[in-house]
């Protein structure tokens, strides 16, 4: 008798699913920054030999595409905010429950949309087994948690948590939350730990920062471009710093998003336009040109983001930059001895951290050396997504 083929569903994300699916099947090198978590789920299900339904929400067009074996179903979501985003998400999540009891996983992985997982429940109780991934935190860590969220995360505690067959972390904050959420189930439930993971060749062509004292000295920030990644913070940086000191520091970022038109708007409100450079979406060419000719990288997350690693801060350690950033991002926790800290949501204290790094040279050789020690970590496969995606499912896929 022909052994049962393993079935995976995948709550993934806002992928343009077809295109990462393209470049995967094509063994296409990954040139620009970031780990792409997709290709990794496409490998594992593909080593696996799994039927896979995957639902992401990109862009406005829904639609369900077939690929291989995959298949993709594009949900977008409809912004909203208060109350129309709950009734929002839950609505989504009700659409798609009966989709996925037709499909019939052997294993439901979820990674988007974390609040409303528990809605997803009666597949489980058709015999999915249930594995998580957590890529962000489960409330923001800086900040009181909501009633609303408390609610939701009790919910998903009951429903699905309890009965995973396994949780993936990808930072300690997620793995203490995680732990502090599960309470006295937290020993029944394993998590398998991942980093995010890169190839060097990723950053090949960035060249090593110049020895200080060399002005105007340089801070790079590439990130989606959101007021809660700190970007206004940044015009607020370079307008002290050019009061105090002009001509001394530049600022580039990199990135687009939701408020890239505002914060041009900001710069130009504030005459800073020759001090901070906001590039917008940039190729791989030019974000290794401008990294190349930075100091230090800067990620100044606010506390209303529920940060997972933040990816940027392993980027600019592998990019051999020393980094400014807070305890509002996990990353902070693995890359010290390469980084300052500074107090969250708090301008002035980012400014003093880049100050320090470009008035003493001793400091800024000491943090820039530091990034060595702290690369292989990013580059060993054994900390990947895929390898703690395979422990998790391999049980299940020999058991089938």
């Not at 009633?147 to 396994?166: C, D, Q, T, V």
Request: charged share 25%; proline share 6%; aromatic share 12%.
């Amino acid at each position: 008798m022909t052994e049962k083929r393993l079935k995976i569903a995948f709550l993934s994300g806002p992928a343009n699913a077809a295109e990462i699916y393209r470049e995967w099947s094509k063994a296409e090198a990954q040139v620009y920054f970031g780990t792409d978590y997709l290709k990794q789920f496409l490998q594992v299900a593909s080593d696996l030999d799994a039927e896979s339904y995957v639902v992401t929400w990109y862009g406005n067009e829904q639609g369900l595409t077939k690929l291989g074996s995959f298949t993709f179903d594009n949900r977008p979501i409809t912004s909203a905010g208060g109350a129309r985003y709950y009734l929002a998400q839950l609505r989504w999540h009700l659409q798609l429950l009966p989709k996925l009891l037709r499909f019939r996983p052997d294993i439901l992985m979820l990674t988007g949309n974390q609040n409303f997982w528990w809605t997803l429940a009666p597949v489980r109780w058709l015999g999915a087994k249930i594995v998580i991934s957590y890529h962000a935190v489960l409330w923001p860590q800086f900040r009181p948690v909501k009633k609303s969220w408390r609610f939701l995360l009790e919910l998903n505690r009951i429903f699905i948590l309890r009965h995973a067959k396994g949780i993936l972390s990808t930072s300690r904050d997620i793995r203490g939350q995680i732990e502090q959420l599960l309470g006295r189930d937290k020993d029944r439930v394993p998590i398998f730990d991942h980093l995010p993971t890169y190839s060097p060749a990723q950053f090949a062509d960035i060249s090593p920062p110049d020895d200080l004292p060399r002005r105007p000295f340089r801070t790079f920030f590439m990130s989606r471009i959101e007021e809660n990644k700190g970007v206004f913070d940044i015009v607020e940086i370079a307008r002290s710093l050019e009061a105090a000191r002009p001509g001394e520091y530049r600022f580039d970022i990199c990135g687009s998003g939701g408020a890239l038109a505002a914060l041009r708007e900001r710069v130009a409100d504030v005459g800073l336009e020759e001090v901070v450079m906001c590039h917008g979406f940039s190729s791989p060419e030019k974000v290794s040109e401008l990294m190349s000719a930075s100091h230090v990288c800067i990620v100044p997350t606010r506390t209303d983001y529920e940060a997972g690693f933040e990816m940027t801060c392993s980027e600019a350690i592998l990019a051999a930059r020393p980094l400014v950033t807070s305890a509002v991002c996990p990353a902070l926790d693995y890359l010290r001895d390469a980084s300052v800290e500074a107090k969250p949501d708090d301008s002035a204290s980012y400014r003093e951290a880049i100050v320090k790094l470009s008035d003493d040279p001793q400091l800024y050789a000491a943090k820039q050396r530091a990034c060595a020690g702290l690369q292989e970590q990013f580059y060993d496969r054994g900390n990947s997504w895929y390898s703690a995606m395979r422990r998790a499912l391999d049980p299940y896929a020999r058991k089938r």
